[in-house]
Each structure stands twice: as C-alpha cells, then as structure tokens.
Nanobody, 119 residues
Framework: QVQLVESGGGLVQAGGSLRLSCVGS????????MHWYRQGPGKQRDLVAT???????NYADSVKGRFTISRDNAKNTAYLQMNSLKPEDTAVYYC?????????????WGQGTQVTVSS
C-alpha cells in the first residue's frame, strides 16, 4: 500500500520560513519523480516544484529563488524549504510521487498540509 505523508505546515508571518516534508512508503522512492503542488482558497491545484530521480529541479516562476525542493532517498523523504514567505503562498501543499510502474507512470498523492502566511 502506497502512502505519502506530508508534515511541516503551519502559521508563519510574512518573510518567515517553513520546511515541508513528505515521507513515502510502499514505493521505491529512488525511482520516483517527486513534486510539490499547492491549492489556495478557491483556486486550482498548481505545480510548485519538481525533483527528478537524478536530482534535477524545476520551479514555478512564483517561487523561484525562495523555495528549494530536495530529496533524501535513504529516508524516503522529499522536502520543500520555503523562505521569504508571502501571504499569497497561503495554500494546502501536497506532495505527489510519480512512480514508474512499467510500462507507465502512476501518480500517488499525499493528504496535504496547510500553510498560512499572515501579513
């Protein structure tokens, strides 16, 4: 059974930092592409950051230079370090594992963690 569990969300003032964690089980974590998404109130779920199996990263323009995605395969964990937070970063943050199940890729989602940034 595949499970992704996010943690690290909370309430922070603008300019502050948070680090989100996503622990995976039931998958070969090192074979997974990991993503962080977010969904603000009344908005669609948007991709925030991606880290490939090889460690390459990609970011949404809105978070470039402020957020850093990383992974520790030995701990089956992906991270999202969020600095210089803004009120518009307020959202539920979800991690997604894109897992190779030959011959296709399968997506698994966590339950989300709330991040609230006060002005």
């Amino acid at each position: 059974q595949v499970q992704l569990v996010e943690s690290g969300g909370g309430l922070v003032q603008a300019g502050g930092s948070l680090r989100l964690s996503c622990v995976g089980s039931g998958i070969i974590f090192s074979n997974s592409v990991m993503h962080w998404y977010r969904q603000g109130p009344g908005k669609q779920r948007d991709l925030v950051a991606t880290i490939t199996r090889g460690g390459s990263t990609n970011y949404a323009d809105s978070v470039k230079g402020r957020f850093t995605i990383s992974r520790d395969n030995a701990k089956n964990t992906a991270y999202l370090q969020m600095n210089s937070l803004k009120p518009e970063d307020t959202a539920v943050y979800y991690c997604k594992a894109e897992v190779l199940r030959i011959p296709t890729w399968v997506d698994y989602w966590g339950q989300g963690t709330q991040v609230t940034v006060s002005s």
